[in-house]
């Protein structure tokens, strides 16, 4: 009647476009629907196919997501993540390298600074440093949560921005 084969109607079954039992009137009124759905754009042509309009919305939502990010690195409030973290992994080794070397430093502008003196020195730049590594891992930390907790209520109220691999 509709010109489709047995192995169509089967899927078409399994499918629930059309029941077993019901009349051929029945068949061809769920069969015609399915159609106009899948001409519509409301149903894929393949089972569990996509749905166009919740596809095209999808892209619409990524593509302004991908915007706004591309606008706000543009204005430097955001940068990625991975430039960051490179950025301030060269500033504490630059640190660091300096304060390697303030040992031979206090031994030659200071040759009589007793060994009591230099270790108490080198023991305070050496806590000043590990919590200058703690705080800064702490901050670091800090900010992406709470930018992800931002995003997270955004996409609660349909917000389109999206921080994954970008920080503040």
Do not use: H
């Not at 990625?80 to 300096?98: E, F, I, K, M, Y």
């Amino acid at each position: 009647m509709i010109g489709v084969s047995e192995a169509r109607v089967s899927q078409l079954v399994s499918e629930g476009v059309i029941a077993r039992g019901d009349t051929a009137a029945a068949w061809l009124l769920g069969y015609c629907e399915r159609l106009r759905d899948q001409a519509a754009g409301r149903a894929g042509a393949e089972a569990g196919g996509l749905d166009l309009v919740q596809e095209r919305a999808a892209l619409a939502r990524e593509q302004r997501i991908g915007q706004a990010i591309k606008n706000q690195v543009a204005r430097r409030e955001f940068a990625a993540v991975g430039l960051l973290a490179d950025v301030l992994a060269r500033a504490a080794s630059a640190v660091v390298d300096r304060f390697d070397q303030l040992e031979g430093t206090l031994r030659k502008a200071v040759p009589d600074l007793p060994d009591e003196a230099k270790v108490a020195v080198l023991q305070v730049i050496a806590n000043a440093r590990n919590e200058w590594i703690r705080g800064t891992a702490r901050l670091v930390s800090d900010e992406v949560d709470g930018m992800l907790a931002e995003d997270n209520e955004g996409a609660d109220e349909g917000d389109a921005r999206d921080v994954e691999g970008y920080c503040a």
